[in-house]
């Protein structure tokens, strides 16, 4: 998905989330057009709030998880200049 990418889990979700969707899940929607980005904080890159996944960056939300947010507020983010891709970030956050 993304290489070099650190994420938290908690034990519960980890394995299932960790491993590559099975084919035709659909992890994404379309954002509402009147969501709001909110919560990021330094070093963040994505984050999922409220099952909506902010490129925090642009401040801006770039769609909403079918399934919820794996982990409520989890974050991606780091100190390396490797782009992290929008299709990474929504498979890491957004639940299975």
């Known amino acids: ?11 519960d979700v980890a394995a299932t ?7 035709g899940v659909t992890l994404v929607e379309p954002a509402p057009p009147d969501a709001v980005a ?3 904080d330094e070093p963040d ?3 999922c709030a409220r099952g909506l ?5 642009d401040n801006a939300v770039v769609a909403r998880c079918a399934r919820g947010c794996a982990e409520e507020g989890s974050s ?3 100190e390396d200049e ?3 891709p929008r299709e990474a970030a929504f498979a890491i956050l957004c639940s299975r």
Not at 1 to 11: H, I, Q, S
Not at 53 to 57: H, M, Q
């Open 53 to 57: 996944v902010v490129a925090c960056r």
């Open 82 to 84: 490797t782009p992290i």
């Open 1 to 11: 998905m993304a290489d070099g990418v650190e994420v938290v889990l908690g034990r």
């Open 17 to 23: 989330q960790l491993c590559r969707p099975a084919a």
């Open 38 to 40: 909110t919560g990021c």
């Open 76 to 78: 991606l983010g780091g």
């Open 45 to 47: 890159v994505y984050r």
